[in-house]
């Protein structure tokens, strides 16, 4: 009954077989061999951008901080919603390799960023002269880290508010293979089409082993996010593993089906849990993260049963067993159906 994060789960067989077969003679360093051309290739394809250029990394938080600094100067500030990951679980990375960018939060609704909050924050009256500093990019999330979803038309109104204010638009795309199974929309749609000028494109989550993308669509921006990749120790010398992850994760869509078995591990969890009374679900989940709260009494049985996800806001341990605690409760591709309908089944035992 594993549901504290979808990275707990295992690589997808068709990723470790493709790890296996990279793993095969020489072949030069530093992403100048053919497998890194034909990940690059395939992942211009799929947001059927070819002018744009491709960094594979390591990690998410690597992707996220390089491309905001790419984007923004250390003197501007980057926009983010308050439950942003780039805002709470990066360790400050985008502003260290900012070089000292400010991250300011934004008014959101479930996650989502509200356009007329985000118009106010650029509002030029706000800003004088240089003791006010200079706005300098929108970061979004999709997926958001609340489980919600953006439309490619709520991306597109949120990025010509900053664009008008001349700044670009970052979509940190950790899950945004479960938002476009979600929405049904196209890779394309979802990223430059609505005005996204860099994204982070995620694999790692959704059954690579530990494969990311930055994907910029101004190829103007690629020289210097070479420089401040390699800067960073993130420029890999064995980048054919990297590529190898990647194109297997593409290859005939398997990134979309993941993300697709995903939501719907989600959606049945979701289900179960609104016939149980006692719990509460907030925001209404549309991917493959879900919020539910319940009382104490029942994440102590559901732990004490093997059930691992984390607490948002207690412990479970200490304080009175009726009051309620919100866990966030999150599926993989992989979460074996009988783990929900066990962790349901508890619960509802619990209930009767
Ligand atoms: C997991 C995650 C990342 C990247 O995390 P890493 O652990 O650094 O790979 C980035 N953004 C969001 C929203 C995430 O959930």
Redesign the pocket.
Same mark, same amino acid.
């Given at each position: 009954m594993f549901f504290a &994060?979808d990275?707990g789960g295992p690589v997808h067989p068709a990723i470790m077989e493709a790890l296996a077969a990279a793993n095969e003679g020489d072949a030069m360093a530093y992403g100048d061999d053919a497998l890194t051309a034909r990940a690059r290739d395939a992942l211009r394809a799929t947001p059927e951008a070819p002018e744009a250029e491709i960094f594979l990394l390591a &990690? *998410? %938080?690597?992707?996220?901080a390089l491309a905001l600094a790419t984007l923004a100067e250390p003197f501007q500030t980057i926009y983010a919603t308050p439950d942003? #990951?780039?805002i709470n #679980? =990066?360790c400050n990375a985008p502003e260290f390799y900012t070089g000292g960018a400010k991250l300011t939060p934004v008014a959101a609704d479930a996650g989502k960023m509200r356009p007329e909050a985000l118009a106010q924050a650029l509002d030029p009256a706000r800003f004088h002269s240089e003791h006010d500093g200079a706005p300098g990019a929108l970061s979004l999330?999709n997926l958001t =880290?609340l489980g919600t979803l953006y439309s490619p038309g709520e991306i597109a109104t949120l990025a010509r508010i900053a664009h008008a204010a001349g700044l670009p638009v970052h979509l940190?795309g950790?899950?945004l293979a479960n938002a476009l199974a979600a929405t049904g929309a196209s890779p394309a749609e979802m990223t430059w089409k609505a005005g996204v000028d860099a994204l &982070?494109f *995620?694999a %790692?989550?959704n059954g690579a082993m530990g494969a =990311?993308a930055v994907i910029l669509f101004d190829p103007a921006r690629a020289r210097e996010l070479a420089l401040r990749r390699m800067r960073a120790g993130q420029l890999l010398s064995k980048h054919r593993y990297l590529a190898a992850q990647m194109l297997a994760y593409l290859e005939g869509g398997l990134w979309l089906d993941l993300a697709r078995s995903a939501n719907a591990r989600t959606a049945r969890l979701a289900n179960g849990l609104r016939e149980i009374g006692a719990v509460e679900i907030a925001p209404e989940p549309q991917g493959n993260i879900l919020f539910a709260r319940f009382p104490r009494a029942l994440h102590q049985r559901l732990l004490a049963a093997g059930a691992e996800y984390h607490l948002m806001d207690g412990d479970a341990q200490k304080g009175t067993p009726e009051e309620p605690l919100t866990a966030r409760l999150v599926c993989a591709w992989s979460t074996p159906q009988e783990s929900i309908d066990r962790f349901l089944q508890i619960l509802r035992s619990l209930t009767a």
């Open positions: &994060s990275n &990690s *998410g %938080t690597a992707a996220n942003a #990951h780039v #679980h =990066e999330t =880290e940190d950790a899950r &982070s *995620g %790692t989550k =990311e």
